[in-house]
């Protein structure tokens, strides 16, 4: 297949897939359910790690969670203080990720929030202009996280287990897909952060949309780790140089779809 044919395939999958239509059944649905951009940056990097499992029981999970935090996960996560809020979130378990990662992700990331004033300005603070793609922005806040739990009695080894990064070798899907959301115009996605350029997203990769790339030639590693994630992107960002990840609805809807 030619690139002219297969961009046109893969653009109609886009067309047909990333609609509204798209929102209501995906945990993109949580943040879109938020009006205060600052709002849906907060709730939408938490539900984007815990997007995994059965889509119903994770929206179902991440409800629960809102309630937890009173509908305003911003300032809930500005403002908290383990000894004063921690037992709001005791009880809330997500498959492998309980009430005590939950209380150690709400500390790290009121210090991180401290300290940069936005997520958007900590994955911004570690992505330099000559950098390829959000790889090193994604490795620094999660080291940054991770950081933040020093001093405190909470275990960083198991916090690190929800936090992916490139080093490790984890294609990084869920924090890829949350960039996606962030910086990437809608209308599914949001486009409400300004300081990293939708050229520099990586292709939320797992064994799904890996299948799709591979059938379709785009992807030849049989890993899908973080160098597969790297040359899947570099293939996307030859069809659609500005916009890469847009191709991720592509994957996902032929999956789905059952037609590759």
């Avoid at 929102?23 to 359910?33: C, E, G, L, M, Q």
Wanted: overall charge neutral; aromatic content about 8%; some cysteine.
């Amino acid at each position: 297949m030619t690139s002219p044919n297969l961009r046109a395939q893969l653009d109609a999958y886009v067309t047909r897939f990333e609609t509204p239509d798209f929102i209501a059944a995906d945990p993109i649905s949580v943040p879109h359910a938020f009006d205060d951009p600052a709002d849906r940056e907060a709730i939408g990097f938490v539900a984007a790690l815990l997007a995994w499992g059965r889509r119903a029981t994770i929206l179902n999970k991440l409800e629960d969670l809102c309630q937890r935090m009173q509908m305003r996960p911003a300032t809930f996560f500005r403002a908290y203080d383990d000894a004063r809020d921690g037992a709001s979130l005791d009880g809330f378990a997500h498959r492998t990720f309980n009430a005590r990662d939950a209380r150690a992700l709400a500390t790290a990331l009121r210090t991180v929030l401290e300290r940069h004033g936005s997520l958007e300005a900590a994955y911004a603070f570690h992505l330099s202009p000559d950098a390829p793609d959000v790889g090193p922005a994604i490795q620094g806040v999660a080291d940054e996280l991770l950081a933040a739990l020093d001093g405190t009695d909470f275990d960083r080894a198991r916090l690190a287990r929800h936090l992916p990064r490139p080093s490790s070798g984890s294609a990084c899907k869920r924090v890829a897909m949350y960039l996606r959301w962030m910086v990437r115009p809608g209308p599914v996605d949001f486009g409400q952060w300004t300081r990293i350029d939708p050229s520099k997203l990586v292709l939320p990769l797992d064994v799904h949309s890996g299948r799709v790339a591979r059938k379709l030639g785009l992807l030849s590693r049989p890993q899908d780790d973080w160098r597969a994630v790297q040359e899947l992107t570099a293939a996307c960002r030859a069809l659609a140089p500005d916009d890469p990840a847009r191709y991720d609805y592509a994957f996902f809807g032929a999956g789905v779809a059952g037609e590759l």
